[in-house]
């Protein structure tokens, strides 16, 4: 089992730069996949980004390709998500969550195991 706090939201301008962080707690933080989903009011989790176990393969959903880029540190037990030229369509509560079948291309929340309990991103326009 696996814990996940998350940290890093925040009220920035469109355009402007954010930077997610995911704490993993365990000793077995490199045998998960981890993904970076995100809710917005009245709409439902959707997938934003993955990462493979060591960190060599990412998958992004459209919306963020070339925005956002998510990283892993496996010696730290954490992942990021680095958001850039953020638009106000990004406003949602970001979660981080790890998936033990280890694929960096699962996208849909099911596959996901362990959540953490989410942080604000709000981008004003």
């Known amino acids: 089992q696996v814990q996940l706090v998350e940290s890093g939201g925040g009220l920035v301008q469109a355009g402007g730069s954010l930077r997610l962080s995911c704490a993993a707690s365990?000793?077995?933080?490199?045998?998960?996949?981890m993904g970076w989903f995100r809710q917005a009011p009245r709409k439902e989790r959707e997938f934003v980004a993955g990462?493979?176990?060591?960190?060599?393969?990412?998958n992004y959903a459209d919306s963020v390709k070339g925005r956002f880029t998510i990283s892993r540190d496996n010696a730290k037990n954490t992942v990021y998500l680095q958001m850039n030229s953020l638009k106000p369509e990004d406003t949602a509560v970001y979660y981080c969550?790890?998936?033990?079948?280890?694929?960096?291309?699962?996208?849909?929340?099911?596959?996901?195991?362990?959540w953490g309990q989410g942080t604000q991103v709000t981008v004003s326009s």
């Open positions: 990462i493979s176990r060591s960190g060599g393969n990412t």
């Open positions: 969550a790890a998936d033990p079948r280890g694929s960096y291309r699962d996208t849909r929340v099911y596959d996901y195991d362990y």
């Open positions: 365990g000793r077995t933080f490199g045998t998960y996949a």
